[in-house]
């Protein structure tokens, strides 16, 4: 017999590991003394990350059964992928954190030459941050359907669904654009100023493919908001303004057993 609780506890299981990577970052950071502006705002991206894995934490075991076995897989190979982000960004800010102050040389090549570098880890985490939010709420929309009272609070659900995971695919496709354009511009290193232009090139290797992992997992949650949209529309397609209310032959007079309230919406018809 299948444990109810497997598909919540895997997943539990690799965003833990993940928030715990968040949470060092964040006292790393935080303890560099003079940190550079680029660190600083990697520190707002790293907390926006982990509000987003948080949410994922309080999906239900029902709700990751209703997003299927293939949408379920990519969330975590996703998650899984932003592990990896974070434990990258720990590596680099490792010896700075020991030291607790950044040197002047250092802070230097923090600042300028290695800003892309900075800029390609925030990028990252948007990336994730995006991917892992539009799952969430991807997850609580099939619940939420069920609670709209009206067809048209329904239609705003499933657009807003639509709009918050088209706009992260937009962003996840641009970002894909711009690593393939600066791979396939990275020219074999012989003689290179920087010495760590194939760290670089490596690691935009490796954005590529947590790219393409958090595209594939938006491609199929905007596929899930789709279906919830059509589930929905035929559940209410038989919903009417009105009702119809026979009473066969004897269809004069008042007809009302106990109103104890307004009545409207009915159309009275004999048979």
């Known amino acids: 017999m299948t444990d109810p609780l497997s598909i919540t506890a895997s997943v539990i299981g690799i965003v833990g590991p993940a928030l715990h990577v968040i949470r ?9 003394r003079d940190a550079p502006k680029n660190l600083g705002d990697l520190l707002g991206d790293l907390e926006l990350v982990g509000t ?4 994922v934490e309080s999906i239900e075991e029902e709700q990751w059964k209703i997003l299927g076995r293939a949408t379920t897989d990519l969330a975590k190979a996703t998650i899984k992928k932003t592990k990896e982000t974070l434990e990258e960004v720990d590596e680099d800010l490792e010896k700075y954190s020991q030291k607790k102050k950044i040197p002047k040389w250092d802070r230097g090549i923090l ?27 991807t997850a609580t929309l099939h619940s939420s359907i069920k609670n709209a009272e009206t067809t048209n609070e329904m239609a705003t659900m499933v657009s807003t669904s639509q709009d918050r995971i088209n706009t992260s695919l937009t962003a996840v496709e641009q970002r894909l654009a711009e690593i393939e354009r600066h791979l396939k511009e990275q020219r074999p290193v012989e003689v290179s100023l920087e010495p760590d232009a194939e760290d670089v090139s490596a690691r935009a290797a490796r954005e590529r ?26 559940n209410k397609s038989g919903d009417r303004d009105y009702y119809d209310i026979l009473f066969g032959g004897n269809n004069k007079g008042v007809q009302l057993g106990v109103n104890e309230g307004n009545m409207s919406g009915f159309r009275f018809d004999g048979a």
């Open 209 to 234: 493919e947590e790219l393409e992992a958090a595209r594939h997992l938006l491609q199929s949650l905007l596929a899930q908001v789709q279906k919830v949209s059509e589930d929905a529309k035929k």
């Open 24 to 32: 060092i970052l964040i006292n790393d950071i935080k303890e560099i």
């Open 111 to 137: 600042g300028f030459w290695k800003k892309k570098d900075l800029e390609g880890m925030s990028a990252q985490l948007h990336t994730c941050q995006g991917s892992i939010t539009s799952l969430a709420s």
């Open 52 to 55: 987003a894995l948080e949410s």
